[in-house]
C-alpha cells in the first residue's frame, strides 16, 4: 500500500482495539460538567472531541504528538543546509505517532511530487472569477474543483466496504495536500503578478517548492515557509478549521469537501483572517502616525485609541492560552535570526512590550498575550510579500496538514456522525423554573 499508509494502518489498528477495550470498561464515567454559560458562550471549555495529532495547553501551548516546537524544530529533518523543520516530518508524526527518519520525510515529500498534478478544470474554475475576489474564495473554490478527483468519492458510489473507507481517505489526503501549493500559488500568481505562472521544480521540498511557485527565491524565504507551515498545521480539533473539517467528514463527506468547509470556516476575521487584520491594523497606525518606526508611548496611545472605539487590537488573546503563544515566539527568533534591524518587525516587537501591559489593566482579559498571528504577516512584507489579503491562502495550505491527518484518524478509528443535542433558550426557562428535566438528570 505504501510504506507510510502501511504504517499508519498498523498505529491505527492498535489505537482502536484500545479504544474499543477503554470504553468497555469506561464508557459510562463522566468526564466534565457542563455550564448554562458555556452552551451560550461558545461552548468554551467543553470537552467534546477527540484528536489524536495535537493538544494545546493553557500554558504550555501547541505540542504536536507531545513535541514542543523548539523540540521539533531539533528532532525534525531539515532541507539541505536549512534549520527548520520540514513540513513533511510533521505530518508523518501527526498521522504515524512517531519520529520520522530523514529517509521517511524525504520519502513523502517524492510521493507529493508525483501526486501533485492539477488538472486543467481547476485552473478554469479559478479563471472564471474575477481577478479582484477574495484569494480565499477562489482557494475554495479550486479546492471543489478539485473533488472530481476524490477517491472516496467514486469508491463509495460504486459501494465501498466501510472497512476500506480510511484507505481512500488516505488516499484523497495525500493527494490534496500535494495539490494545495500549486493550486495556492498559482491564485498568487494570477492576483497579484499579472498571470505570469511559475512552474513547480520536483527537485524542491514541498514547502521550498511553494515558494518556488509563488516567485521566492531567496533560501532564507524558503526556509519561512517550512517554519510558517509546520507551526500553523494543527491546533488540536476544537478550532473552527478542524472542527469543521471534522464535523463535515463524519457526514462520510469527501476529504475534499471537509477541508473546502473548515477553510470557509478558517476565511473568518475571528480565526485565520487574523493574520490579514494584524498586518492591516500595524500599516494604518504607520500612516496615521506618519513613521515607519512608532515609538513605543506613540503605539500604547494609538492601542487606547483603537480600544477607544470598541475595537480589538488584532493578532492578542486566545481562546484556550494564557501565556505567549510559541508559535509567536518561533517567528520571533527566526526575526532575530534572519531580520533584526527591519522597521516592521522591530515594530512588532514594541508592540509586544507595550501590548500586554495595557489589557492587564482590563479585568476581563484572560490572556493579553501575542497569538501566531501577531508576527507571521511582517516576516511575509520583509520578503516582499506584501499583499496581506492572501495570508490566509498560507494558514490554508498550512492547516490541510493537520486536519487531514486528523481525518484520515477519524475513519481509521471508525468515528461516528456528530451531532450534539440543541436546545431551546425557551426550555432552559423552564428547567431553570424546575418545570421540566432536559438534562435528564
Same mark, same amino acid.
Given at each position: 500500500?505504501?510504506?507510510?499508509?502501511?504504517?499508519?494502518?498498523?498505529?491505527?489498528?492498535?489505537?482502536?482495539?484500545?479504544?474499543?477495550?477503554?470504553?468497555?470498561?469506561?464508557?459510562?464515567?463522566?468526564?466534565?460538567?457542563?455550564?448554562?454559560?458555556?452552551?451560550?458562550?461558545?461552548?468554551?471549555?467543553?470537552?467534546?472531541?477527540?484528536?489524536?495529532?495535537?493538544?494545546?495547553?493553557?500554558?504550555?501551548?501547541?505540542?504536536?504528538?507531545?513535541?514542543?516546537?523548539?523540540?521539533?524544530?531539533?528532532?525534525?529533518?531539515?532541507?539541505?543546509?536549512?534549520?527548520? *523543520?520540514?513540513?513533511?516530518?510533521?505530518?508523518?508524526? #501527526?498521522?504515524?505517532?512517531?519520529?520520522?527518519?530523514?529517509?521517511?520525510?524525504?520519502?513523502?515529500?517524492?510521493?507529493?511530487?508525483?501526486?501533485?498534478?492539477?488538472? =486543467?478544470?481547476?485552473?478554469?474554475?479559478?479563471?472564471?472569477?474575477?481577478?479582484? $475576489?477574495?484569494?480565499?474564495?477562489?482557494?475554495?473554490?479550486?479546492?471543489?474543483?478539485?473533488? $472530481?478527483?476524490?477517491?472516496?468519492?467514486? &469508491?463509495?458510489?460504486?459501494?465501498?466496504?466501510?472497512?476500506?473507507?480510511?484507505?481512500?481517505?488516505?488516499?484523497?489526503?495525500?493527494?490534496?495536500?500535494?495539490?494545495?501549493? &500549486?493550486?495556492?500559488?498559482?491564485?498568487?500568481?494570477?492576483?497579484?503578478?499579472?498571470?505570469?505562472?511559475?512552474?513547480?521544480?520536483?527537485?524542491?521540498?514541498?514547502?521550498?517548492?511553494?515558494?518556488?511557485? #509563488?516567485?521566492?527565491?531567496?533560501?532564507?524565504?524558503?526556509?519561512?515557509? &517550512?517554519?510558517? #507551515? $509546520?507551526?500553523?498545521?494543527?491546533?488540536?480539533?476544537?478550532?473552527?478549521?478542524?472542527?469543521?473539517?471534522?464535523?463535515?467528514?463524519?457526514?462520510?463527506?469527501?476529504?475534499?469537501?471537509?477541508?473546502?468547509?473548515?477553510?470557509?470556516? %478558517?476565511?473568518?476575521?475571528?480565526?485565520?483572517?487574523?493574520?490579514?487584520?494584524?498586518? /492591516?491594523?500595524?500599516?494604518?497606525?504607520?500612516?496615521?502616525?506618519?513613521?515607519?518606526?512608532?515609538?513605543?508611548?506613540?503605539?500604547?496611545?494609538?492601542? /487606547?485609541?483603537?480600544?477607544?472605539?470598541?475595537?480589538?487590537?488584532?493578532?492578542?488573546?486566545?481562546?484556550?492560552?494564557?501565556?505567549?503563544?510559541?508559535?509567536?515566539?518561533?517567528?520571533?527568533?527566526?526575526?532575530?535570526?534572519? #531580520?533584526?534591524?527591519?522597521?516592521?518587525?522591530?515594530?512588532?516587537?514594541?508592540?509586544?512590550?507595550?501590548?500586554?501591559?495595557?489589557?492587564? $489593566?482590563?479585568?476581563?482579559?484572560?490572556? *493579553?498575550?501575542?497569538?501566531?498571528?501577531?508576527?507571521?504577516?511582517?516576516?511575509?512584507?520583509?520578503?516582499?510579500?506584501?499583499?496581506?489579503?492572501?495570508?490566509?491562502?498560507?494558514?490554508?495550505?498550512?492547516?490541510?496538514?493537520?486536519? %487531514?491527518?486528523?481525518?484520515?484518524?477519524?475513519?481509521?478509528? =471508525?468515528?461516528? %456522525?456528530?451531532?450534539? /443535542?440543541?436546545?431551546?433558550?425557551?426550555?432552559?426557562?423552564?428547567?431553570?423554573?424546575?418545570?421540566?428535566?432536559?438534562?435528564?438528570?
Amino acid at each position: 500500500m505504501g510504506i507510510v499508509k502501511d504504517r499508519f494502518k498498523a498505529k491505527a489498528d492498535l489505537v482502536a482495539v484500545e479504544i474499543k477495550e477503554m470504553l468497555k470498561e469506561h464508557g459510562n464515567k463522566v468526564i466534565g460538567e457542563v455550564q448554562l454559560s458555556q452552551i451560550y458562550q461558545g461552548m468554551r471549555g467543553i470537552t467534546g472531541l477527540v484528536t489524536e495529532t495535537s493538544l494545546l495547553d493553557a500554558q504550555e501551548g501547541i505540542r504536536f504528538r507531545g513535541y514542543s516546537i523548539p523540540e521539533l524544530q531539533q528532532k525534525l529533518a531539515h532541507a539541505p543546509g536549512g534549520s527548520e *523543520p520540514l513540513p513533511e516530518g510533521l505530518f508523518y508524526l #501527526m498521522l504515524v505517532g512517531e519520529l520520522p527518519a530523514e529517509d521517511d520525510v524525504h520519502h513523502l515529500s517524492s510521493v507529493w511530487q508525483r501526486r501533485s498534478h492539477v488538472p =486543467n478544470h481547476v485552473f478554469a474554475s479559478i479563471e472564471a472569477l474575477p481577478v479582484n $475576489t477574495h484569494p480565499m474564495t477562489q482557494f475554495v473554490v479550486a479546492v471543489m474543483a478539485l473533488q $472530481t478527483e476524490s477517491q472516496f468519492a467514486k &469508491r463509495y458510489a460504486a459501494g465501498m466496504n466501510k472497512k476500506d473507507y480510511w484507505e481512500a481517505v488516505f488516499d484523497d489526503s495525500m493527494d490534496l495536500i500535494a495539490r494545495l501549493p &500549486r493550486v495556492a500559488a498559482y491564485i498568487y500568481r494570477r492576483k497579484y503578478k499579472m498571470g505570469d505562472h511559475i512552474q513547480p521544480n520536483g527537485l524542491l521540498d514541498w514547502a521550498g517548492n511553494f515558494a518556488h511557485m #509563488m516567485g521566492f527565491e531567496d533560501e532564507s524565504f524558503k526556509e519561512l515557509m &517550512r517554519l510558517y #507551515m $509546520t507551526i500553523h498545521a494543527d491546533h488540536e480539533g476544537g478550532n473552527v478549521s478542524a472542527h469543521t473539517t471534522h464535523l463535515v467528514g463524519s457526514a462520510l463527506s469527501d476529504p475534499y469537501l471537509s477541508y473546502a468547509s473548515g477553510m470557509n470556516g %478558517l476565511a473568518g476575521p475571528l480565526h485565520g483572517l487574523a493574520n490579514q487584520e494584524v498586518i /492591516k491594523w500595524i500599516f494604518e497606525m504607520r500612516k496615521e502616525l506618519k513613521t515607519e518606526s512608532p515609538t513605543k508611548d506613540q503605539i500604547a496611545e494609538y492601542v /487606547k485609541k483603537t480600544m477607544s472605539e470598541g475595537k480589538v487590537v488584532p493578532g492578542y488573546g486566545h481562546a484556550v492560552l494564557r501565556k505567549t503563544d510559541p508559535r509567536f515566539s518561533a517567528q520571533m527568533a527566526f526575526g532575530k535570526k534572519h #531580520m533584526p534591524d527591519d522597521p516592521l518587525v522591530k515594530t512588532v516587537w514594541d508592540i509586544y512590550e507595550t501590548v500586554p501591559p495595557i489589557l492587564q $489593566t482590563i479585568g476581563k482579559i484572560k490572556n *493579553p498575550w501575542p497569538n501566531v498571528d501577531a508576527h507571521s504577516g511582517a516576516l511575509l512584507v520583509h520578503y516582499g510579500m506584501v499583499e496581506y489579503e492572501y495570508y490566509t491562502v498560507l494558514f490554508a495550505v498550512s492547516r490541510a496538514l493537520g486536519v %487531514l491527518a486528523s481525518l484520515c484518524w477519524d475513519r481509521a478509528l =471508525n468515528f461516528p %456522525l456528530e451531532r450534539p /443535542k440543541s436546545v431551546t433558550t425557551d426550555l432552559v426557562e423552564l428547567w431553570l423554573a424546575g418545570k421540566d428535566n432536559i438534562w435528564g438528570e
